[in-house]
């Protein structure tokens, strides 16, 4: 047998992968150096992870924004952000809009369902988020049940709490005369029970029990929520009967019970949440919030306009002294009281002399949204802004004319200078395909989008919980906060977009609709379109005027 056949294959071939092994290793260092993968990213291919080089450019070193972050100090009191429950809306799609992820909004549904259900929420009730001093995390809940009855939550890191809270009201009043009968109104109090409230006023056991029977199938009367009030009417005569009673299930509804042949019905009866159409403008001086709700706008609106109008105007930095604004919107009632601000109807923006419409419109099936006055529909594939106003307009000192400073660079994107901590989110619906440190740009995030594009976030501080490789995430999401890490001598966010394979100016991106109305649908949103910007010029509506039901 020769030298050659002597030889043992399987020791060439450990060698030959050896070599290989080496080869790749040594490849990997010498070429794919650009990027330090996390090792919880794993591999990702070489296109998901093109990044530009990052050269820090002569006199952009962010010393005099500096100095003006400390205008931009956190409080260290939490940050409290109110809305109305709108028609229509969900507690789901409110802490959405609010960069809520869908995990976490998912997980305050499920923990706080024994307590109180909050796919019941209604309209015209207020919700409080409550967000850390940073506002970078959810930490409280708060929500509006009935005028007396409020729902608590806390969240700290995983563990969520709920509890009710029943607001004190006046003691129970004496009796009043009405004519044939005595009237006697009380509230509910924490350990009431209706035998208790009713023996209190004169009523004997049996027509107690009666009362019990005779409505069980309308209303089971034998749990009565503290801070409810409930009214009683009895006879004059001796043993006193009961007449009449009504009791608050809720704001919007109460149990009506009339004594009639010897028995007693009952009905539920239900007070109309009531909408009336009331008409602001201004013009900016400041910035759109300070100029707003200077003017005595509710900050409510304001966020509302540029949730509208955030496909369209870039709120950070396109907003000019002498923008102007024109807003129709709705108010809630219940009788003669205020119940909370509801939906933007109808808005106008002015901006460096671009005018921008927005009509609401609902077609009672599966079309809901904002849509110029041709019908096209506001929203679009890409937000204006990487950064989420909504979150942090109340955090900034508006002494002059831009909520937060920006310094735009003629390279592969643009920066926006903001305090540590700024909530920012996601551009468009897409996947992230990215999420760790690359050179320069330190803790950054990339995400894939329909159409071939790619959105890069860089100097990050830190991320949301749940964020990975992988993750899809919706427009407006959180995706990081904004940070220093990497090459920078002050906070801000390196935003850059890559289509096709090529950077491209952020601020120049052309806007892509979805389809726009058409055919009986869209003669219907003009029919509609014509009345709302009417009122929206209507100045007489800087007063209330009650809103059609029609409408």
């Not at 995390?137 to 563990?159: A, N, T």
């Not at 028995?263 to 009866?269: E, G, L, P, T, V």
């Not at 200077?294 to 950070?316: C, K, R, Y």
């Not at 919706?474 to 090529?502: N, Y």
Request: proline fraction near 4%; glycine fraction near 8%.
């Amino acid at each position: 047998m020769s030298a050659v056949q002597n030889t043992n294959p399987w020791k060439w071939s450990s060698v030959i992968l050896a070599i290989l092994l080496i080869s790749c290793i040594g490849w990997y260092f010498l070429k794919g150096n650009e990027f330090k993968i996390s090792e919880k990213i794993g591999i990702v291919s070489r296109e998901d992870v093109i990044m530009p080089e990052h050269v820090t450019e002569a006199n952009q070193d962010y010393a005099d924004f500096v100095v003006r972050q400390e205008e931009f100090k956190a409080s260290k009191d939490p940050i409290r952000k109110s809305s109305t429950v709108n028609k229509g809306d969900s507690f789901y799609q409110i802490l959405l809009q609010n960069s809520i992820s869908h995990t976490q909004a998912y997980e305050i549904l499920k923990e706080v369902k024994g307590v109180f259900d909050l796919s019941r929420v209604m309209p015209g009730h207020e919700i409080v988020l409550v967000f850390s001093p940073d506002n970078q995390d959810l930490v409280g809940v708060e929500y509006e049940i009935s005028s007396h009855d409020r729902l608590f939550i806390s969240i700290e890191d995983d563990k969520i709490q709920a509890h009710r809270q029943q607001a004190e009201k006046a003691a129970r009043s004496g009796f009043k005369d009405e004519g044939l009968f005595r009237r006697a109104d009380c509230v509910v109090m924490p350990g009431d029970n209706l035998f208790d409230l009713l023996r209190s006023c004169g009523i004997s056991s049996d027509q107690i029990d009666l009362v019990v029977k005779s409505v069980k199938a309308v209303y089971n009367l034998s749990g009565l929520a503290a801070g409810n009030a409930l009214s009683v009417w009895i006879t004059r005569d001796k043993p006193a009967r009961l007449s009449r009673m009504v009791y608050e299930i809720d704001d919007l509804n109460s149990l009506v019970i009339e004594s009639a042949d010897g028995a007693f019905r009952a009905h539920k009866q239900t007070q109309e949440l009531v909408a009336r159409y009331e008409r602001a403008e201004g013009t900016i001086t400041t910035s759109l919030y300070e100029s707003a709700v200077q003017s005595g706008l509710s900050p409510e609106i304001v966020m509302g306009l540029t949730d509208i109008f955030a496909w369209d105007i870039n709120f950070f930095t396109d907003i000019r002294e002498g923008d102007t604004y024109t807003v129709l919107y709705e108010k809630y009632y219940v009788g003669n009281a205020f119940k909370g601000y509801g939906r933007v109807m109808a808005a106008r923006f002015v901006n460096q002399g671009d005018e921008h419409v927005a009509v609401y419109y609902n077609n009672g099936k599966n079309i809901e949204g904002y849509f110029d006055d041709n019908g096209k529909p506001i929203r679009k594939l890409f937000l204006k802004a990487p950064l989420n106003y909504r979150r942090i307009s109340s955090q900034f000192s508006y002494k002059r004319m831009h909520p937060i400073f920006h310094v735009m660079r003629p390279h592969l994107g643009v920066d926006y200078a903001a305090p540590t901590g700024t909530p920012v989110v996601a551009l468009g619906q897409g996947r992230v395909v990215f999420k760790g440190w690359s050179k320069g740009f330190g803790k950054y995030v990339q995400v894939r989008h329909p159409g071939n594009y790619v959105t890069y976030y860089g100097h990050l501080k830190g991320y949301p919980k749940g964020l990975s490789r992988g993750t899809s995430v919706d427009q407006g999401e959180i995706i990081g906060f904004v940070g220093m890490t990497g090459h920078a001598t002050g906070p801000h966010l390196d935003f850059r977009v890559r289509h096709g394979g090529k950077f491209v100016n952020p601020l120049t991106l052309k806007p892509v609709n979805g389809p726009p109305l058409r055919g009986r649908i869209l003669a219907h949103f003009k029919e509609l379109s014509v009345k709302r910007l009417a009122m929206l010029d209507d100045t007489s509506l800087n007063y209330t005027t009650k809103l059609s039901r029609k409408d």
